[in-house]
T-cell receptor, first 113, second 114 residues
Framework: DQQVKQNSPSLSVQEGRISILNCDYT??????FLWYKKYPAEGPTFLIS?????DKNEDGRFTVFLNKSAKHLSLHIVPSQPGDSAVYFC????????????FGQGTILTVHP | ETGVTQTPRHLVMGMTNKKSLKCEQH?????MYWYKQSAKKPLELMFV???????ENNSVPSRFSPECPNSSHLFLHLHTLQPEDSALYLC?????????????FGDGTRLSIL
């Protein structure tokens, strides 16, 4: 049973517009959520995270929103740039899990010039 | 030195070979992880080491044998692998016990079993 799901395998956006990537989770014990970006032939790179005590965290062009009641988080990228084209993974962990992360399947984002 | 370094980047081996994957972290972290990424599947956690002690083994077959000699180095010893073990193997490290901290990943070893 997959506890973290990214239901959109791919997303295509025009440069300058907003990209919204979505993630749903089922485990109510999760209290720390992260987004990673992955380019081909490279490992995942940490982008932004959010603790369950918050509902929004912002870092430059990237904002993560958490809706605990819906068990849903989203990553907003504004404005989107061609260099943002990559696979985006959401991940979640629970307290006292020694940092163990559960990942979604990933969403391929393509930003067109 | 970059944060998490994995060697080799690519490995092709036969099913009867023995090889080892190496991971080194230069971030001063106290936890290290092995993940497997197969095509069209999420990253699967294989092993977790905290303070050099293995705290997690996600039902990984015994043909995969991890070793953590110190907090900076992690190995994955491979023996008698199967074709379905062909995948990208990723190492990560993090600092646990100091609040929420992200894991930092290496670039992985692309393993192909003939």
């Amino acid at each position: 049973d997959q506890q973290v799901k990214q239901n959109s395998p791919s997303l295509s956006v025009q440069e300058g517009r907003i990209s919204i990537l979505n993630c749903d989770y089922t485990n109510s014990m999760f209290d720390y959520f992260l987004w990673y970006k992955k380019y081909p032939a490279e490992g995942p790179t940490f982008l932004i995270s959010i603790s369950s005590i918050k509902d929004k965290n912002e870092d430059g062009r990237f904002t993560v929103f958490l809706n605990k009641s819906a068990k849903h988080l989203s990553l907003h990228i504004v404005p989107s740039q061609p260099g943002d084209s990559a696979v985006y993974f959401c991940a979640a962990s629970a307290a006292a899990s020694y940092g163990k992360l559960t990942f979604g399947q990933g969403t391929i984002l393509t930003v067109h010039p | 030195e970059t944060g998490v370094t994995q060697t080799p980047r690519h490995l092709v081996m036969g099913m009867t070979n023995k090889k080892s994957l190496k991971c080194e972290q230069h971030l001063g972290h106290n936890a290290m992880y092995w993940y497997k990424q197969s095509a069209k599947k999420p990253l699967e956690l294989m092993f977790v080491y905290n303070f050099k002690e293995q705290t997690e083994n996600n039902s990984v077959p015994s043909r995969f044998s991890p070793e953590c000699p110190n907090s900076s180095h992690l190995f994955l010893h491979l023996h008698t692998l199967q074709p379905e073990d062909s995948a990208l193997y990723l190492c990560a490290s993090s600092q646990v016990g100091e609040g929420d901290q992200p894991q930092h990943f290496g670039d992985g070893t692309r393993l192909s079993i003939l």
